[in-house]
């Protein structure tokens, strides 16, 4: 079987703004290394930040340890057998999403990726290398401070 994380990485929050929507907040992120950055709604209920936090954001394709294929139609990506370990244990706060577009970065050298999660956004720009594994249809969205 394969690596099921596609992308991985250690972000600062730089900005969140929750002035649009009840329990929302957009987040505003810059990795350690400063070459990637994403721009993210979360339910701010459900999983409050504050500016200055570190957290690790990590993409799969699906939520298998072994990086088998998600069977996510047919049973629900939520029904997991009793006592299952997924990478979902290892993190505080997982979504599933579309991934539904893809452009040029605004830095040569990089691209820019779209995913929806049910309507919470994320917009991750960063070196083409690093983000040419997300050229998928769904993703999981893995977060932990």
């Known amino acids: ?80 057998g009793m006592g299952e370990q997924t990478l979902a244990n290892d993190y505080d706060y997982v979504c599933h999403g579309k991934v539904y577009r893809f452009e040029e970065g605004s830095t040569s050298g990089n691209m820019a990726v779209f995913v929806s999660f049910g309507g919470l956004l994320l917009y991750l720009e960063g070196p083409y290398k690093k983000l040419a594994p997300l050229r998928i249809d769904y993703v999981y969205l893995l977060l932990k401070k």
């Open 1 to 80: 079987m394969s690596d099921p994380l596609l992308f991985e990485d250690t972000f600062t929050i730089t900005g969140i703004n929750s002035q649009k929507y009840d329990r929302v907040s957009r987040l505003t992120c810059t990795s350690s290394d400063s070459l990637t950055t994403f721009t993210l709604d979360v339910n701010s209920e459900l999983y409050p930040c504050t500016v200055g936090e570190s957290l690790s954001m990590a993409l799969a394709s699906t939520l298998s340890l072994d990086g088998k294929e998600d069977s996510g139609a047919k049973t629900g990506w939520r029904e997991v």
